[in-house]
């Protein structure tokens, strides 16, 4: 063992950490984000691409693992790369929500993942306010998967995995990307064509009698998902930021924009091809002005189908993690969303002033003002209120939260994407832990995001 990784793991190491052999090798990840032509499920079409592919590469890291990633902007317009749901430091930390990468230029990032970082489901997306969501939705995003010792610990980490990353486009029938209107920016834009890691439909295969791990990850910039399985239930193994204490069973998921799910399949049906769908959901309440979301269709994700038998027929552990429940927050602080039709009408990309369609606590978001001041080391709980017609998915940067509100699960698990749906209200506790620095909270809808709903968030000492 190297005597760095001893000195760096020995406060607060199990013994089987202490264990491993080897520190992983960095990781070294060079992507270049341009307009690039792409094969989509047999059709040929003009996307936001990282190294020419949609979604860009998947980026496999380990706790402890040293990570260096070079970002070359070959846009027309200015990027830079979010790492949605790790732990990192943030402004002026490698995890900058606030750089700003011309085009024509380039920026190294480097971090090392803590050692205590837990495994699970992550992504990265490119986060300059302004233009998150013509990115996101034009393909801009990949998968992060982090992979813990607990994992094989437990006999999980064998399991067959896929990852599903879900993407939406619109596109003009020349197989370019159509530019939204101004209601589309309003209710959040989507795209009929939705793709599955690339691929439109793919086939999952599962052994009979096996299980199947799906990585979902929701990188739509304001699709909603409710995954259902024909003929199938999905058992919860992993949420937003890792496994949860004890697998459950549900018929369908509603996933928001930066949600991740990890499910397991278990292959106890007849052989067969079984539909992975996405049930209507309707995220708007009710009219809003005169404007109305086209309601929303089942969509076929991919199909399940099941190969030769000897699956694995072990069983699924009945516990997996243990998540300890945060305590004694110091204080609650309350977030409202809000809308104003003030933004009706104007150009709805860029960050020009008295463009504040939508806002939190009546502003909309300013980079120069400090909206929320934390305590590195502090616990609070943090209530969202929804006061408008439409759901929208909180997601805070840096540190992970449990649910605490109506929405959780029955244990604590990390999350770092909470829906808030429209009229209601939730609450989640979340610690301030490792990193000072300058943050962000905000809706997942990448739309409402571009258009102010999102708040800074000062962490010190
Ligand atoms: Cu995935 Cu601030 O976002
Ligand atoms: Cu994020
Ligand atoms: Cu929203």
Known sequence: MQRRHFLRSSAAATASRLLRATEPAPAVVDLTAA???VNLGGRLVELLTYNGRVPGPR?????????????????????????????????????????RIPPGDEHEYRFTLPLNHPGGTFWYHPHVHGYSAGQVA?????????????????????????????????????GTLAAPSVSDVIQGREGPLVAASGETMPELAIRQDGLLRLRVINGSSSRFYNLSLEEHSFVVIGVDGGLVRSPFEAETIALTPGERIELLVR???????????????????????????PASTSIELGRIVYTGGEGRSSPIPAQLGSVSPLTNPRLLR?????????????????????????????????????????????TEDWEFLNSTAMDHPMHVHTNAFQIVGPGGTAAPAWKDTVLVKAGERTRVRTRFEDFTGLSVYHCHILDHEDQGMMGTLRIET
Do not use: C
């Open 35 to 37: 307009r690039n032509w």
């Open 59 to 99: 980026i496999d890291l380990r706790p402890g693992q040293d990570v260096k990633i070079r970002l070359r902007n070959g846009l027309t317009e200015p990027t830079n790369l979010h790492f949605h749901g790790l732990h990192l430091a943030p402004s002026p930390g490698p995890d900058d929500a606030f750089l």
């Open 138 to 174: 034009g393909g801009l995003a990949g998968a992060i998967v982090v992979r813990s010792d607990l994992e094989t610990e437990l006999g999980v980490a064998d399991i067959p995995e896929r990852v599903v990353f879900l993407q939406d486009f619109d596109l003009l029938p020349n």
């Open 267 to 293: 292959g106890n049906r007849n052989p067969g091809s079984y539909r992975f769908r996405s049930l209507p959901y309707a995220r708007t309440r009710s009219g809003m002005g005169s404007l109305r979301l």
């Open 334 to 378: 309350r977030f409202v969303l809000g809308q104003s039709m003030g933004g009706l009408g104007l150009g709805m990309v860029g960050t020009r002033p008295g463009m504040m369609a939508f806002t939190i606590n009546g502003l909309g978001f300013d980079m120069d003002r400090i909206d929320t001041q934390v305590q590195l080391g502090e």
